[in-house]
C-alpha cells in the first residue's frame, strides 16, 4: 500500500525586493523540512543564504523544459515526488498569480494536501504607491500585460497592469487601454513596483511607451474613470445610464416607458439599423446598432424592475444558446464547410424547442416581420417541415403562371409568395432585392434621371 504524501505549503515571498516578505513566511521557510524555491534569482534567497538556511530551486528545470507549460509539468512532479517523503515548502513570489501553483494544486488533487500562505503582492504595492496623489485603490483589480489580449479593459474599477517587460510589450498596454481611455488621461508608471516605498510617475497614456526602463518589475496603475469624463464606453457605462434614466430623479419619459410602447422603437431602430448595413458609413452604422442596443438595455432594465428578468438573463439566454447552435466550434462536431453549417444551425434548434409540429414552426414567424420577409420565412419552413427543398425551374414557372392571373388581391399576394419562393431557391433575400431596386429609383429619381 502507498504510503499517503505529506503537505506542501506554498509561501509567498512578495515582490524581489526582499523587504516585503511578511514575517509569518519568513518563520515558515526558517522552519521549512524541506525548502524548494522557484529560483534563487530573488532577494529573499540572499537573506536565507545568510542565514544558514538550506534550500533547493527549480533553476534547473527552465534550461531543461522545451516551453512553459513542460517547465510547470516538471515542477509540479518535482514537488509531489518531495511531498512523499516529508513535509515542503515551496516558495514563489506571488502564488496567486504564479502558473507553477495552479498546476500543483491541479495535480495534488486526491494526492496530497496542499495550502497558500499568502503575503504582499506586486500590484498592492504599486497600488500603495499612488495613494499620496489621491487616487482611489479600491476594488483593485490586478492584470499581466501579457494576458490582456483575451480580456477587456473595464474603466468602473482601478487596475495595476505588471510585468512591462519592454517598450514594444508596453506600446500593446497603451492600445489595450486607448479602447475605452482618452489617450490624454494619466496612469501612474512605476519602474519598480518591485521595490518597498517604490515611486510613481504621473505620465499622460499616449506616452506609456516612451518611458525610460521597463523590466519584469514594472507596472503601471490606471485609475478608474466615470463614464461622464471618458469619451468612449463600454457595454457596462450604458447600463448605468439608463439605470440613472429609469431611476428616482431620471427622465419622465424613459421613466414612463413599458415594454408594449417600446415596441415601435425596436421595431424602428431595427429597422434602420438593417438599412445602414447596406451602406458604406461605419460611423452611421455602429450609431444606429447603439441604438438599437439602447433598446435592448432598457427592456432589460424594465424587466429587472418588475422581478421578471435582467440583462444578465439576456446575455446568458444568446451566449447558451449561441454555444448550443455551434458544436462545430464548442462541442468537436465535425463539418464540411459553411453549407453544413445551416444543418447543423436547424439540428441545434429543433432539439431546443422540441418536437413541433409543421403549423407551430410557421406560427413561430413574427407577425411584425416585413411581409417579403415573414413569407419567405413562413413557405421555408413549410417545405423543411416536410423534407422538401426549393427548385428554381418549378419556382420560376409558378410565379410566371400566378403573375399573369394576378387580377385582385387575393391573386396578387399569391404571385409574391411565389416570388418569395423564387427567392428562396435562388438563395437570395426577398425583402432585400424589392429594397434595392426600390432605392436604386430613388436614386435616379433624386438624380434627375428617372
Given at each position: 500500500m502507498e504510503k499517503p504524501a505529506h503537505e506542501i505549503l506554498v509561501v509567498a515571498l512578495g515582490p524581489?525586493?526582499?523587504?516585503?516578505?511578511?514575517?509569518?513566511?519568513?518563520?515558515?521557510?526558517?522552519?521549512?523540512?524541506?525548502?524548494?524555491?522557484?529560483?534563487?534569482?530573488?532577494?529573499?534567497?540572499?537573506?536565507?543564504?545568510?542565514?544558514?538556511?538550506?534550500?533547493?530551486?527549480?533553476?534547473?528545470?527552465?534550461?531543461?523544459?522545451?516551453?512553459?507549460?513542460?517547465?510547470?509539468?516538471?515542477?509540479?512532479?518535482?514537488?509531489?515526488f518531495a511531498a512523499r517523503e516529508t513535509d515542503v515548502c515551496y516558495a514563489v513570489s506571488e502564488p496567486a498569480n504564479d502558473a507553477t501553483v495552479r498546476r500543483l494544486a491541479k495535480e495534488a488533487q486526491g494526492k496530497c494536501r496542499v495550502r497558500v500562505l499568502g503575503g504582499v503582492s506586486l500590484a498592492e504595492n504599486a497600488a500603495c504607491a499612488v495613494i499620496p496623489f489621491g487616487v482611489?485603490?479600491?476594488?483593485?483589480?490586478?492584470?499581466?500585460?501579457?494576458?490582456?489580449?483575451?480580456?477587456?479593459?473595464?474603466?468602473?474599477?482601478?487596475?495595476v497592469i505588471t510585468e512591462l517587460n519592454d517598450a514594444r510589450l508596453a506600446a500593446d498596454v497603451k492600445l489595450w487601454l486607448c479602447d475605452l481611455f482618452d489617450d490624454e488621461m494619466t496612469v501612474y508608471f512605476l519602474p519598480d513596483a518591485a521595490e518597498q516605498g517604490c515611486t510613481a510617475e504621473p505620465v499622460p497614456l499616449y506616452a506609456l511607451d516612451r518611458q525610460q526602463v521597463y523590466d519584469h518589475r514594472t507596472a503601471v496603475f490606471v485609475p478608474a474613470v466615470p463614464y461622464g469624463e471618458r469619451q468612449r464606453a463600454g457595454y457596462e457605462d450604458l447600463v448605468a445610464v439608463v439605470d440613472r434614466l429609469r431611476g428616482p430623479g431620471g427622465c419622465p419619459w424613459d421613466r414612463q416607458q413599458t415594454h408594449e410602447s417600446l415596441r415601435r422603437y425596436m421595431i424602428e431602430e431595427a429597422c434602420e439599423a438593417a438599412e445602414a448595413m447596406a451602406g458604406d458609413d461605419p460611423e452611421k452604422l455602429a450609431d444606429e446598432l447603439g441604438d438599437v442596443l439602447l433598446q435592448v438595455v432598457l427592456n432589460s432594465r424594465i424587466g429587472r424592475e418588475h422581478r421578471a428578468f435582467t440583462d444578465r438573463d439576456v446575455t446568458s439566454a444568446i451566449v447558451r444558446k449561441m454555444i448550443a447552435r455551434h458544436p462545430h466550434v464548442f462541442a468537436g462536431v465535425a463539418v464540411s464547410g459553411a453549407d453544413a453549417v445551416n444543418g447543423v444551425w436547424e439540428a441545434a434548434k429543433e432539439k431546443e424547442r422540441g418536437v413541433q409540429t409543421a403549423a407551430e414552426r410557421m406560427a413561430e414567424v413574427p407577425l411584425s416581420l416585413p411581409g417579403l420577409m415573414r413569407a419567405q420565412k413562413v413557405l421555408r419552413r413549410q417545405q423543411r417541415?416536410?423534407?422538401?427543398?426549393?427548385?428554381?425551374?418549378q419556382a420560376k414557372e409558378a410565379f410566371v403562371r400566378l403573375a399573369q392571373a394576378a387580377e385582385d388581391g387575393r391573386s396578387l399576394g399569391e404571385a409574391l409568395e411565389a416570388a418569395?419562393?423564387?427567392?428562396?431557391?435562388?438563395?437570395?433575400?426577398?425583402?432585400t432585392c424589392l429594397r434595392s431596386v426600390t432605392a436604386e429609383r430613388v436614386d435616379k429619381a433624386c438624380a434627375g434621371k428617372g
Amino acid at each position: 500500500m502507498e504510503k499517503p504524501a505529506h503537505e506542501i505549503l506554498v509561501v509567498a515571498l512578495g515582490p524581489d525586493d526582499g523587504r516585503l516578505v511578511t514575517l509569518g513566511a519568513l518563520q515558515a521557510l526558517r522552519g521549512a523540512k524541506r525548502l524548494v524555491l522557484r529560483t534563487a534569482r530573488h532577494a529573499v534567497a540572499d537573506l536565507l543564504l545568510k542565514e544558514g538556511v538550506r534550500f533547493e530551486t527549480l533553476d534547473g528545470l527552465y534550461d531543461a523544459s522545451e516551453d512553459f507549460d513542460e517547465l510547470t509539468a516538471a515542477a509540479s512532479e518535482r514537488l509531489l515526488f518531495a511531498a512523499r517523503e516529508t513535509d515542503v515548502c515551496y516558495a514563489v513570489s506571488e502564488p496567486a498569480n504564479d502558473a507553477t501553483v495552479r498546476r500543483l494544486a491541479k495535480e495534488a488533487q486526491g494526492k496530497c494536501r496542499v495550502r497558500v500562505l499568502g503575503g504582499v503582492s506586486l500590484a498592492e504595492n504599486a497600488a500603495c504607491a499612488v495613494i499620496p496623489f489621491g487616487v482611489d485603490t479600491e476594488n483593485l483589480r490586478t492584470l499581466t500585460a501579457l494576458s490582456l489580449p483575451a480580456l477587456r479593459p473595464a474603466a468602473d474599477v482601478p487596475m495595476v497592469i505588471t510585468e512591462l517587460n519592454d517598450a514594444r510589450l508596453a506600446a500593446d498596454v497603451k492600445l489595450w487601454l486607448c479602447d475605452l481611455f482618452d489617450d490624454e488621461m494619466t496612469v501612474y508608471f512605476l519602474p519598480d513596483a518591485a521595490e518597498q516605498g517604490c515611486t510613481a510617475e504621473p505620465v499622460p497614456l499616449y506616452a506609456l511607451d516612451r518611458q525610460q526602463v521597463y523590466d519584469h518589475r514594472t507596472a503601471v496603475f490606471v485609475p478608474a474613470v466615470p463614464y461622464g469624463e471618458r469619451q468612449r464606453a463600454g457595454y457596462e457605462d450604458l447600463v448605468a445610464v439608463v439605470d440613472r434614466l429609469r431611476g428616482p430623479g431620471g427622465c419622465p419619459w424613459d421613466r414612463q416607458q413599458t415594454h408594449e410602447s417600446l415596441r415601435r422603437y425596436m421595431i424602428e431602430e431595427a429597422c434602420e439599423a438593417a438599412e445602414a448595413m447596406a451602406g458604406d458609413d461605419p460611423e452611421k452604422l455602429a450609431d444606429e446598432l447603439g441604438d438599437v442596443l439602447l433598446q435592448v438595455v432598457l427592456n432589460s432594465r424594465i424587466g429587472r424592475e418588475h422581478r421578471a428578468f435582467t440583462d444578465r438573463d439576456v446575455t446568458s439566454a444568446i451566449v447558451r444558446k449561441m454555444i448550443a447552435r455551434h458544436p462545430h466550434v464548442f462541442a468537436g462536431v465535425a463539418v464540411s464547410g459553411a453549407d453544413a453549417v445551416n444543418g447543423v444551425w436547424e439540428a441545434a434548434k429543433e432539439k431546443e424547442r422540441g418536437v413541433q409540429t409543421a403549423a407551430e414552426r410557421m406560427a413561430e414567424v413574427p407577425l411584425s416581420l416585413p411581409g417579403l420577409m415573414r413569407a419567405q420565412k413562413v413557405l421555408r419552413r413549410q417545405q423543411r417541415a416536410h423534407g422538401q427543398t426549393a427548385d428554381a425551374r418549378q419556382a420560376k414557372e409558378a410565379f410566371v403562371r400566378l403573375a399573369q392571373a394576378a387580377e385582385d388581391g387575393r391573386s396578387l399576394g399569391e404571385a409574391l409568395e411565389a416570388a418569395c419562393a423564387l427567392a428562396d431557391a435562388l438563395s437570395l433575400d426577398a425583402e432585400t432585392c424589392l429594397r434595392s431596386v426600390t432605392a436604386e429609383r430613388v436614386d435616379k429619381a433624386c438624380a434627375g434621371k428617372g
